[in-house]
């Protein structure tokens, strides 16, 4: 494995795939749930390594800051739906080493920001390594 190599500063990446509202992802299958996981995980790694972000094992990864901004297509959802629509988004991040873990030990996850884009319906994540 290589070395972890710190970023200078926070790394913005942009996923064109916008999370289930809360409700949708209570009616999901656990098969379902866990495609979504997995597809999210592996996305956001694969944007960040572009940015120079590297695997570690999970005993080096660092507390992280991630701040999320949501573009719906139509309409913004309740704040409820929209945070807990985040949990696969999150999850993935965990399970693919970007974050060691989404307890607040770990992680610092300010509520999520949404507006409307009714072209191009986006995630914008930005990750920064705390000290």
Request: charged share 25%.
């Amino acid at each position: 494995m290589s070395k972890h190599r710190r970023l200078n500063g926070p790394t913005t990446i942009t996923l064109y795939a916008v999370p289930p509202s809360l409700n949708k992802l209570m009616r999901m299958h656990w098969a379902a749930k866990s495609r979504l996981r997995s597809k999210y995980g592996n996305a956001v790694f694969a944007l960040l390594s572009a940015k120079g972000w590297r695997f570690r094992e999970k005993n080096n990864i660092p507390r992280a800051s991630v701040k999320i901004i949501v573009y719906q297509r139509t309409r913004r959802l309740d704040q409820d739906n929209l945070i807990g629509g985040m949990k696969p988004l999150i999850d993935g991040m965990r399970d693919a080493g970007v974050i060691r873990n989404d307890s607040p030990a770990w992680i610092d996850f300010p509520a999520p920001v949404q507006g409307v884009d009714r072209e191009y319906p986006r995630v914008a994540i930005t990750v920064e390594e705390l000290p």
